[in-house]
């Protein structure tokens, strides 16, 4: 099973760019289609963004289109997420998480976690 664990969070200013990344371990990380989530203190953990297993395809929240990014690079079993033009609202855990099932936006299709990391975004 996978295992995920994410890194780049930390404090940035309004406007400004963090790079976060997701290292999988397993030896199936094409398979899975890997998405982001963020969940905001007192708020419902939300869909960010996802990729297909080959990369071909991505998604994203309508509010992160045009300033977030989705990538992956299956031969270092990472995905990552470029997040530009941050804004307050951005401040929130960032949760990578895999599914091997069709659904891409919903997090109860997710069977596979990491543990977060902190975005926060001042202004």
């Known amino acids: 099973q996978v295992q995920l664990v994410e890194s780049g969070g930390g404090l940035v200013q309004a406007g400004g760019s963090l790079r976060l990344s997701c290292a999988a371990s397993?030896?199936?990380?094409?398979?899975?289609?890997m998405g982001w989530f963020r969940q905001a203190p007192g708020k419902e953990r939300e869909f960010t963004a996802a990729?297909?297993?080959?990369?071909?395809?991505?998604y994203y929240a309508d509010s992160m289109k045009g300033r977030f990014t989705i990538s992956r690079d299956n031969a270092k079993n990472t995905v990552y997420l470029q997040m530009n033009n941050l804004k307050p609202e951005d401040t929130a855990v960032y949760f990578c998480?895999?599914?091997?099932?069709?659904?891409?936006?919903?997090?109860?299709?997710?069977?596979?976690w990491g543990r977060g990391t902190q975005v926060t975004v001042s202004s």
């Open positions: 397993g030896r199936s990380f094409s398979a899975y289609v």
């Open positions: 998480a895999a599914t091997s099932t069709y659904g891409v936006r919903d997090p109860k299709f997710y069977g596979t």
């Open positions: 990729i297909s297993g080959s990369g071909d395809s991505t």
